[in-house]
């Protein structure tokens, strides 16, 4: 599942599907032992909510933003004991994974199935619950709150902001006072993903051996079009991350229960099993 290709760019693509933020994330880490900081970027979802007694320490506001590797340690385990889930420490909970909700704010008022901001795919209900009703316990869903919602409608064409940037299309743009009359959207996100594809080899560098930092290059990404999956590549789920790709793929079955409802915004393409 992916995006369509948008005609007019990247302006098309801000004004169609808008872009996300977050409140609540795990600080970066500095690692002592590989004299690296990571993870202040988008994070990965967290399949739950954050407790209250831990908000505030994952405050996206607040100004230290970085723990050392044993604080940070600390701290996952703490999540793990509050939501009482068995999982290991920059393993299954990583420096910058984020909490839901999202917020989404979006330059034009969306009617689309899915929406495509960067670092998440937004689904309309109908969608979530075929996802739900066919792969409910591989997909995690949190419904979305519409921060900034254009008045626009998404199919005119998408205005050119005057300092050129797409992604500025949305601080110009008039909003919606009330956005109780849009949506609901929802993240949808895999809770798993496939072993990695037979034409996406990774030659590991180095690994930290604390912070599990893996220095990698990809020797054949170029080959990923088209999509392929190997016998030992499915580990038998009906919605899952293709690998480390970060390419979304779904059973025939579902991909069949979505067609079948002609979802707008997204593009099914078929992926060669060998
Ligand atoms: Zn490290």
Known sequence: MC????????????????????DLSFPAVDCDMCLTSWGNGGGKPLPYECPDSLREEM????RE???????????????????????EPFVDV???????????????????????????????????????????????????NLRKVGKR???????IPKSGEPEDIIKEASLLSDTSEVGPYYEAFPRHAS???????????????????????????????????????????????????GHIVVTAEVGEALKAVRPSNMRLVEVLCL
């Open 3 to 22: 995006a369509p290709v948008y005609a007019a760019g990247d302006y098309q693509d801000a004004n169609l599907n808008g872009s996300i933020d977050w």
């Open 59 to 62: 405050s996206t506001k607040k």
């Open 65 to 87: 933003r970085s723990l050392f590797h044993g604080e940070h340690v600390a701290l996952q385990q703490r999540l793990l004991e509050e939501l009482n889930i068995r999982g």
């Open 94 to 144: 990583r420096p910058g994974s984020r909490f839901p909700p999202l917020h989404l704010d979006i330059p034009s008022r969306p009617r689309a199935d899915f929406l495509w901001p960067y670092g998440a795919m937004l689904v309309s209900k109908r969608v979530r619950d075929i996802l739900c009703d066919l792969c409910c316990e591989d997909v995690a869903t949190f419904p979305v």
């Open 153 to 159: 409608e998404a199919k005119l064409p998408a205005p």
């Open 195 to 245: 072993n990695e594809p037979p034409n996406w080899i990774i030659e590991i560098e180095s690994r930290c051996d604390a912070c599990g930092r893996v220095k990698a290059k990809v020797a054949h990404r170029k080959r990923l079009d088209p999509l392929r999956m190997a016998d030992d590549t499915w580990r038998g789920h009906s919605i899952f991350y293709l690998g480390s790709t």
